[in-house]
């Protein structure tokens, strides 16, 4: 089916995603929102996210890409938010690996060749998969703010509490990084 076509059902799916964005909203607390919460959220509107990706072009000037007359459409916004919290959940995973690696570099910090291993090992996760995460997400009261490109009036943010050991883990990552020999800058020296 093209998706320039309207589906026979698209109020009923229009109406489900005004309550998934309802929900969403209900659940912050204090202003916060917690993954778990968000979690639970992602797995109930499963199938709505299916729906919404495949439509979220309907209208499109362009048939079957996006535009500027489809980017505030429901179905656009709700796929666009929905992986932007998938990726929200992706990265919180790593809080409990985070613990332990910064556990295992407790032991290692006045032995070099350990360190430098310790860093080869974390290099992907500190220098490119939650790089963005240091420089964006970030704020500088110490909140959480996942970037969410054309939906910031959505005020998603997590308390920097919830992220504690990767937010110490970034720290500490880049700290040591950016000067060591392990980071490609100073490899060529």
Not at 4 to 10: D, L
Not at 50 to 73: A, P
């Amino acid at each position: 089916m093209s998706t320039s076509t309207s589906h026979p059902i698209k109020a009923i799916y229009r109406r489900e995603i005004q309550e998934a964005f309802e929900l969403l909203e209900s659940l912050k607390k204090d202003g916060f929102y917690n993954v778990p919460k968000i979690t639970w959220w992602i797995l109930k509107y499963e199938e709505l996210n299916e729906y919404s990706w495949n439509h979220r072009h309907v209208g499109s000037c362009i048939d079957g890409m996006g535009c500027c007359c489809t980017d505030k459409n429901p179905e656009s916004k709700f796929s666009f938010l929905y992986s932007a919290l998938e990726e929200v959940v992706d990265l919180y995973q790593h809080e409990k690996y985070f613990k332990e690696e910064l556990s295992v570099l407790e032991k290692l910090k006045d032995d070099h060749p350990a360190l430098m291993q310790w860093l080869k090992k974390n290099e992907k996760l500190g220098s490119e998969e939650f790089l963005l995460f240091w420089i964006e997400w970030l704020e500088e009261e110490h909140t959480v703010v996942p970037f969410l490109f054309g939906l910031n009036d959505l005020g998603i943010k997590f308390r920097s509490e919830d992220w504690k050991n990767t937010i110490e883990f970034c720290e500490v990552f880049n700290e040591i990084y950016r000067t060591s020999d392990v980071c490609p800058k100073h490899k060529d020296k």
